[in-house]
């Protein structure tokens, strides 16, 4: 079940730039969304993380590096489908 829900989010991901891919504003969506992960990423691999209190085995780290991007996929694809809704109705 925990393996599952990487491949949901990035399946989420890729279907959320497919229906994003006729927008004006298409490559600052892009960019936006990559930048915001790799961001993520860095921070929660090498930031200090005082939130999270005593992480004696890093399996806060760990669940961070996994909830955090499935909820940013989940995220990004309904602002996808508003972003869809708007460009299908003003054509």
Known sequence: MILILPIIALALWILSIFLVKSWRH????????FLIVL???INTLYGKLEFIGHDEYGLGRLML??????AHAVIGFIFALVINRFISASK
């Not at 298409?26 to 969304?33: D, E, P, R, V």
């Not at 590096?65 to 499935?70: A, C």
């Open 26 to 33: 298409f490559w600052l969506y892009l960019i936006t969304n």
């Open 39 to 41: 961001i993520y990423t």
């Open 65 to 70: 590096l996994f909830v955090f991007p499935i």
